[in-house]
């Protein structure tokens, strides 16, 4: 078997597609899919707790279409309001942080 630092690349994953685990139970790897702990981390790792978190500034422009994107959240360098709550577009002045309704971006 080659080592892991011979072995192909990939650049896309299906839920299918198995890794190597090391079950400290068993003793030994199994082979564990995607799916599997995918499943398994969403069960036992829903409470991510974090001090801080960084978002990459961008300007307003930059942002996706809020529709469809409904929570997402982003930094932008130009809004043009600072109001909590108010829906921003780009062109202005303030350092705000943004959210996505679902229709369109809001200061918050």
């Known amino acids: 078997m080659p080592a892991i630092n011979q072995l192909p690349t990939v650049t896309q994953v299906s839920g299918g597609d198995q890794f190597p685990l090391y079950v400290t139970s068993q003793g030994d790897a199994r082979r564990c899919s995607v799916t ?48 909590f709550g108010a829906t921003v577009a780009g062109g202005g002045s303030n350092f705000v942080p943004v959210y996505s309704n679902g229709t369109v971006w809001k200061v918050g």
């Not at 036992?44 to 978002?55: D, H, I, L, Y």
């Not at 469809?68 to 309001?81: P, W």
């Open 36 to 83: 599997t702990m995918i499943t398994y981390m969403e069960a036992n790792f829903s409470n991510v707790v974090a001090s801080t978190v960084q978002t990459t500034p961008s300007t307003f422009a930059q942002l996706p279409n809020p529709v469809g994107n409904t929570g997402a959240r982003a930094f932008v360098t130009d809004g043009s309001t600072a109001t």
